[in-house]
């Protein structure tokens, strides 16, 4: 069993920021891949930053120099710093994440449950 627990969403206003974590949980033997993702209303899911375990790093262009990812790969938790917020940045975001329950397996893919972020103007 696995678990992703996101945390961190919540009210800002235009400007401000917000910084969400996550972490893996349950029968892990290694995660590469770690992301977030991001749906809004009447728009489909959408990647908003992901690192591997080597720590390549990839960024939406929409939240590039706004928003950074990092991960601590030890603890199994991927945060996001999201600074300089627009109101187009409102959406329900999702960690995201790849592992492996054992050294035999294949990966699979696993979401958090999303937390919501609001940006008013």
């Known amino acids: 069993q696995v678990q992703l627990v996101g945390s961190g969403g919540g009210f800002v206003q235009a400007g401000g920021s917000l910084k969400l974590s996550c972490a893996a949980s349950?029968?892990?033997?290694?995660?590469?891949?770690m992301g977030w993702y991001r749906q809004a209303p009447g728009k489909q899911r959408e990647l908003v930053a992901s690192i591997t375990n080597g720590g390549t790093i990839k960024y939406a262009d929409s939240v590039k120099d706004r928003f950074t990812i990092s991960r601590d790969n030890a603890k199994n938790t991927v945060n996001l710093q999201m600074n300089s917020l627009k109101p187009e940045d409102t959406a329900i975001y999702y960690c995201?994440?790849?592992?492996?329950?054992?050294?035999?397996?294949?990966?699979?893919?696993?979401w958090g449950q999303g937390t919501q972020v609001t940006v008013s103007s």
């Open positions: 349950g029968s892990i033997f290694s995660i590469s891949g």
């Open positions: 995201n994440a790849d592992l492996r329950y054992g050294p035999g397996s294949g990966r699979v893919n696993y």
